[in-house]
């Protein structure tokens, strides 16, 4: 396992040598397979010191603490220092990480920051995302964050990181490898700032109630365009009751389900409404009392068109 010296040193010449932050992101996830799962984490140095702190903290489950203690050999009484444990290799620290904290530490390495103290807050936050969807719908060679949803809480309960070829990245238990495959993942969101070769999805993100960020500004631009009252908080970028609601009038004068979603059919409702495709006319056109020489060149030049002798 690699101690946080290395690890540091090994990102830091990657950054300086030039290479791209998706290529770094996969190597600085690789690096760091091993490393310790304590709930709330984000990076913090492995010590009992830390391990203790994070413990005892008020938003830490009991069944968390209990963990994060036991995997201690000196916070469970089993030896006084630090010495053989598995998280300080050649007698240096490793850090440690919760799922969401794994993800956001990596990301940090390469200048991307993801606003959100939680799975479903960070997936939520729309401004954090080039693009975001279903798992099925996921380039299969984009460096990304993947999610997994749970329809019985109705939030997003785990992160990691895909790196590639369906290979995943994620943190429980301790940093390890996970495969698309894998059951539970559902959904991907490629972070705003990375610079992967691969095809983006072009379809808008679906949002409702609690999204926030840009697509939420032009969701409500552009029901105020067509009259809908989102008055006082204007195109504020966050989707309250006040955006539910018109977005429920606008779908249901479009004779669409009523749920305050924004998805594919309600966003091409909207574009469709906001700025209407001109229909094109056609016309049949006669030029009457023409030779046949003239009648043939106009056949040659207009196919479809048809002569009648008069």
């Known amino acids: 396992m690699n101690n946080y010296k290395y690890v540091d040193q090994q990102i830091e010449t990657m950054k300086s040598s030039g290479m ?132 019985e809480s109705g939030k997003m309960e785990h992160t990691g990181i895909h790196i590639g070829g369906g290979t995943i990245i994620h943190c429980s238990g301790e940093v390890k490898y996970g495969k698309t495959t894998d059951s539970g993942w559902t959904h991907f969101a490629i972070p705003n700032g990375m610079d992967c070769d691969v095809p983006v999805p072009t379809k808008k993100p679906t949002i409702r109630k609690g999204s926030t960020g840009a697509y939420v500004v032009e969701c409500q631009n552009d029901l105020i ?27 249901k004068s479009k004779g669409l389900t009523a749920d305050g979603v924004v998805g594919q059919m309600t966003w091409a409702a909207l574009d469709e409404a906001v700025d209407p495709q001109p229909t094109t006319k056609l016309f049949t056109v006669t030029i009457p009392h023409q030779k046949e020489e003239q009648c043939k060149i106009l056949l040659v030049l207009y196919p479809g068109s048809t002569c009648t002798e008069e």
Not at 48 to 60: D, G, L, V
Not at 226 to 244: H, I, N, Q, R, V
């Open 225 to 251: 365009q067509l009259g809908y009252d989102l008055s006082p908080y204007g195109a504020d970028g966050k989707f309250g009751a006040k955006t539910e609601t018109a977005v429920k009038q606008f779908q």
């Open 20 to 151: 791209k932050k998706c290529e770094i992101v996969q190597k600085a996830c690789e690096l760091c397979l091993g490393w310790s799962y304590v709930f709330g984490g984000y990076g913090q140095y492995c010590s009992p010191a830390n391990r203790k702190s994070f413990a005892e903290r008020s938003s830490c489950p009991s069944g968390e603490a209990d963990v994060i203690k036991r995997k201690c050999q000196v916070l469970n009484g089993s030896r006084g220092d630090c010495t053989g444990c598995k998280w300080y290799p050649g007698g240096n620290r490793t850090r440690f990480f919760d799922c969401r904290g794994f993800t956001r530490w990596i990301l940090l390495q390469v200048g991307i920051s993801i606003d959100g103290s939680g799975c479903t807050s960070q997936w939520n936050t729309d401004s954090n995302w080039v693009t975001k969807g279903k798992i099925e719908d996921m380039p299969m060679d984009a460096v990304c964050c993947v999610f997994q949803y749970s329809s």
